[in-house]
């Protein structure tokens, strides 16, 4: 409906279809529903990162821990943006007065 938000749980199987003839935006957002218990929620989340590192099942241990790190880096460079990728605040040298240069 025009003007109407809807909120709808997109892990059970569906289909939406846009008939209008104007563009339509989705924002989409992953929420972990609150009765789930901690070891629900990172079975969970494994699905996901799998989804998106298909290597998490690999054989090969090299692989295997390359795409591990890859996860783990995901997870954290959205809170460690600010430092650059993979910074943290306690690993950050202050220098005043100089621009850190980029390497």
């Known amino acids: 409906m ?3 938000v809807i909120l709808f749980d997109t892990s059970i199987l569906h289909d939406a279809i846009n008939e209008a003839d104007e563009m339509r935006y989705i924002l989409m957002l992953r929420v972990w529903h ?3 218990s901690g070891e629900e929620r ?3 989340q494994f699905i996901y990162d799998v989804l998106e590192l298909p290597e998490l099942l690999s054989d090969d241990a090299g692989t ?3 795409a591990e790190e890859r996860a783990r880096m995901a997870k954290e460079f959205p809170l ?3 430092g650059g990728f993979g ?3 306690s690993k950050r040298k202050k220098v005043k007065g ?4 980029r390497k």
Request: hydrophobic share 30%; no cysteine; net charge positive.
């Open 2 to 4: 025009e003007g109407k």
């Open 34 to 36: 609150p009765d789930l």
């Open 42 to 44: 990172e079975a969970l």
């Open 64 to 66: 295997r821990f390359m």
């Open 80 to 82: 460690k943006a600010t």
């Open 87 to 89: 910074a943290s605040k």
């Open 98 to 101: 100089k621009k850190r240069s």
